[in-house]
């Protein structure tokens, strides 16, 4: 599985938007981004996935660069129960376990 | 709209003893998954079953076992406690296999051994 990288914390504003960076270089063609978000010791919680165009849902939106090497996850309107630790998983197609790294633990002020 | 359920919710056992930690799917999901968390760590996948048949395996030990029963839910069955076991224990589950289907986490069992 292609590796990702995330900053290890951040800090936003409540009511701004976040904008959550993660890195995969390495990522293979028949790779998904995939997003999760781990509320203090409650069970992860999917946000969002793509595999190359950029996605949006009713939580978030995800956006994938042209090569594929990066994305951010975008929390349009961040509030209080936002702060969590998010994962950026990269999944192989069929691949049944999600691989949890260092996510980034996102602290939203009032 | 109905969650993964797991029981225990808590679970205090002593070294060397066994526990049982057992998942309920969401209904209509045929594939389970296990993890655990220790603690400041992140998820760690154990192993998943996908129509009764074990699917994947991860980082489990042979002290554990696992399965998935005929109604979808699934019990893993742990032996020998060491301290180093506790942790909190997800079970996941979803409908179908594979990266486009979305894992849906339960609220975990936090087992503690003393």
């Known amino acids: 599985d292609a590796k990702t990288t995330q900053p290890p914390s951040m800090d936003c504003a409540e009511g701004r938007a976040a904008n959550l960076p993660c890195n995969h270089s390495?990522?293979?063609?028949?790779?998904?981004v995939y997003w999760y978000r781990q509320i203090h010791s409650q069970g992860p919680q999917y946000i969002i996935h793509g595999l190359k165009n950029n996605e949006t849902n009713e939580m978030a939106s995800l956006i994938i660069t042209e090569d594929r090497k990066s994305s951010t996850l975008i929390l349009p309107h961040a509030t209080l129960r936002d702060t969590a630790v998010y994962y950026c998983?990269?999944?192989?197609?069929?691949?049944?376990?999600?691989?949890f790294g260092a996510g980034t633990t996102v602290t939203v002020r009032a | 709209a109905a969650g993964v359920i797991q029981s225990p919710r808590h679970l205090i056992k002593e070294k060397r003893e066994t526990a049982t930690l057992k998942c309920y799917p969401i209904p209509r999901h045929d594939t389970v998954y296990w993890y655990q968390q220790g603690p400041g760590q992140d998820p760690q996948f154990l192993i998943s079953?996908?129509?009764?048949?074990?699917?994947d395996k991860g980082s489990i030990p042979d002290r554990f076992s696992a399965q998935q029963f005929s109604d979808y839910h699934s019990e893993l069955n742990m032996s020998s406690l060491e301290l180093g076991d506790s942790a909190l224990y997800f079970c996941?589950?979803?409908?179908?296999?594979?990266?486009?289907?979305?894992?849906?986490f339960g609220p975990g069992t936090r087992l503690t051994v003393t």
């Open positions: 996941a589950s979803s409908y179908g296999t594979g990266v486009i289907n979305e894992q849906y």
């Open positions: 390495t990522i293979s063609g028949n790779e998904y």
């Open positions: 079953f996908y129509e009764k048949m074990q699917s």
């Open positions: 998983i990269v999944r192989v197609v069929r691949d049944y376990k999600l691989s």
